[in-house]
């Protein structure tokens, strides 16, 4: 059937419509031959160097719940014991900012190469807890609280992130280490009888009077390999938590050594944890403990991540992956089909010698005087494309980046960051291609369209995220934005987007504009009526469902690691199914613009930009879904917080797809009315 039917295509043209899928070829191929690759390694991630006696700093940053998805700042957990000294601030980047981070260097003294097995951070120069560490009744009612939301504690060691070690079976029934990232501030009492969760460790059926214990007490297990250039040096290359609740004796401490831990308190043969109920007036004296030890292993310190990120479950991105492919296969298929048709019909059309009588004046070919009509509302279509193309460049760009293991998880907001600076800079794109194609629909207002351009969509995401701002300022969350950092955001937007965006607008100025390739009539030609399958409604609904089938399993796990305080890093998966996405949207984009125009029905234009862009839709009704029936969030101002988030999220989809299919059906058309000999 190829071999018959391609006599007419011509070189370019095969090319155009073959080179994507030939690229993907080659890239499902590289992942083929090392399902690892899909595990970028981070670049430039160099542990520090140690010797025996260095002190090793410990930096506290957090603590998250699943149950609120708000952070807050470890520091601000009341009577936490904390260095006496102002200068315990560490610097970072915008990205750590925007996530909620605040590190701080803590009291823990941690000597390289040191074991011991349990020090009293309360007697420790220069910390200060609670006065005469007395936790008052307000300071355990605090305490309760996040313990009962199950709040996660997050340190970081030589930019290795705290964390307990798991042992899972992957579906080979092998067992497989993980990190689960932070450990658990606390934990509710439970029976003996409930069932225990296998995410928290905790029990699911928490009684309503159970006793909340505090997590006083931590072993640090830090895991270390020996240089092999300098023997008396060593790498961190693991940084393992062991939390426990003690109840200690305080009189006893008062007694003894202050700086040793006293004997803790005992009932029946078993050591008593360290509640946090506030049932004695005049609260409870706490005192926080740490252990430390050294383990020597031979775990490369390029591979000391893995753990971190380690898919016990990589098969499900493969299944996800194919059945793209299988996707975009068909979807391939039916637009080869109607290349080789319109190429058939052209090739007949413009016969020299064939008459009238044999033409077939039928479908797309009635439309020529008017398919290049300018639409309505010309500004705002110009806008969005250019604002389309701006987001499509940016998200390019930033997973090549992360592919390479450039923006990988253990740099720190780096992938946030650069997303950002990138965003402004590539508004010299969308300035280019929305002045250029509002001067294609005839419009003369050029600056208005550069200043609408500039301000239009950075200016919704923006009121959306100081709105979502305010919110987590009023519950005192770390995620909550400085002042500072949005100068930095305002200046960044006004001092390199819009400069950038009116740059674009005079280069694309200073371009030829083509003429169109057939002309438009004067009188538009009156559309017929036409089934329903083929109105505006049900193309635009149904065109952006194959897109998102495409991205399905890759949004489930992106909203798994964004929700769930997991790391994603399975970007090789990502840069193909992105790929595969976008050509989706081109394909589909084409399917049913080509079917339009068989109809009759030259307004194409918004139609063409919304057929994909549907598939935001799509992934917002995802997301909703999985707030229902994966998360357990009960408070107003956490899914005032999810629902914010996935609108930007969705509103960055809805421009980047519908300029995809956008000029993708504008290139289809152009194409097949370039070759239509009209008198």
Known sequence: ???????????????????????????????????????????????????????????????????????????????????????????????????????????????????????????????????????????????????????????????????????????????????????????????????????????????????????????????????????????????????????????????????????????NGEYVPQTVNPTAAGGDRILWTYGVSWERTDIPTADRWDRYWQNTDWGVDWVGLLSSVMILGFLSGLVIMIALRTLSDLHRYNQKNISEDDIDETGWKLVHGDVFRSPSHPLLLSVLVGSGVQVLATATLIILFALFGLLSPAHRGALITTGIVLYNIMGLFAGMVSSRLYRRFKGLLWKRNALVTSLAFPGLIFILFFIINMTLRGQHSSSAVPATTFIKLITLWLGLNVPLVFCGTYLSLRMPLPDDPVPTNQIPRQIPETVWYRRSWFSILAGGVLPFGVIFLQWFFILLCLWNDRFYNTFGFLFVSFIIFVVTCAEITIFMGYFQLCGEDYHWWWRSFFTASTSSLYVFLYSTFYFFVRLDISSPVSAFVYFGYTLIIALFVFVLTGSVGFYACYFFIWRIFASVKVA
């Not at 199950?150 to 497989?176: C, G």
Request: proline share 6%; glycine share 4%; charged share 20%.
């Open 1 to 267: 059937f190829f071999h018959h039917t391609t006599h007419n295509m011509d070189a370019k043209t095969l090319r155009v419509l073959l080179s994507p899928h030939l690229v993907l070829i080659i890239l499902f191929l590289s992942l083929h031959h090392d399902h690892h690759g899909a595990l970028a390694s981070p670049v430039g991630d160099r542990p520090s160097t140690f010797r025996k006696g260095d002190q090793v700093p410990l930096l506290v940053n957090k603590i998250t719940s699943l149950h609120t998805q708000i952070p807050f700042r470890y520091s601000d957990l009341p009577g936490i014991c904390k260095l006496s000294t102002t200068t315990t601030n560490i610097d970072q980047n915008m990205g750590q900012t925007l996530m909620g981070d605040h590190y701080e260097l803590s009291p823990y003294n941690i000597t390289a190469l040191h074991d011991f097995d349990c020090a009293v951070l309360n007697a420790a120069p220069n910390v200060v807890c609670a006065p005469d560490d007395l936790y008052s009744e307000d300071d355990l009612n605090a305490y309760t609280k996040y313990i009962k939301q199950e709040y996660q504690v997050h340190w970081m060691i030589d930019n290795l992130e705290s964390a307990m070690l798991k042992t899972l079976t992957d579906r080979f029934n092998n067992p497989v280490q993980i990190y689960d990232s932070g450990f658990p501030l606390g934990f509710q009492a439970y029976h003996p009888d409930d069932e225990i969760s296998s995410t928290t460790g905790f029990s699911d059926q928490q009684q309503e009077n159970g006793d909340m214990n505090l997590n006083n007490h931590v072993r640090i297990n830090l895991l270390y390999k020996i240089n092999e250039n300098d023997p008396t040096s060593f790498s961190i290359t693991g940084f393992e938590i062991v939390p426990s609740s003690i109840k200690w004796d305080y009189e006893d401490w008062k007694e003894g050594m202050p700086g040793t831990c006293p004997d803790p308190v005992s009932k």
